[in-house]
């Protein structure tokens, strides 16, 4: 069993920037790939970010390459996701998610996790 606790949601205006953290207990945290998605109001789940369990390999959806960073810190069992220059269309609720694989690899279907967090807000206002 592995408990996900997303934080750093929150309202900002476009251009800026936000930080979130993703929690993780239970399970031995560095051994796993993670990923971050997000849902739009009347929208499917869709895929933003993954790293490999190290870290060492990323994945990103082409809407947010080169705004959005993901970063894991085995030590502290949390992996965060850097969003600058943030756009209104990228409103969401921000789910981190972990597939409990010792594959080295990324994914990027919603299908191959495991286990979910809550999710956090984010609002990007115009």
């Known amino acids: 069993q592995v408990q996900l606790v997303e934080s750093g949601g929150g309202l900002v205006q476009a251009g800026g920037s936000l930080r979130l953290s993703c929690a993780a207990s239970?399970?031995?945290?560095?051994?796993?790939?993670m990923g971050w998605f997000r849902q739009a109001p009347g929208k499917e789940r869709e895929f933003v970010s993954a790293c490999s369990r190290s870290g060492s390999m990323t994945d990103y959806a082409d809407s947010v390459k080169g705004r959005f960073t993901i970063s894991r810190d085995n030590a502290e069992n949390t992996v965060l996701l850097q969003m600058n220059s943030l756009k209104p269309e990228d409103t969401a609720v921000y789910y981190c998610?972990?597939?409990?694989?010792?594959?080295?690899?990324?994914?990027?279907?919603?299908?191959?996790?495991?286990?979910w967090g809550q999710g956090t807000q984010v609002t990007v206002s115009s």
């Open positions: 239970g399970r031995t945290f560095r051994s796993y790939p």
């Open positions: 998610a972990v597939k409990l694989t010792t594959s080295y690899s990324v994914w990027r279907s919603e299908n191959d996790y495991d286990y």
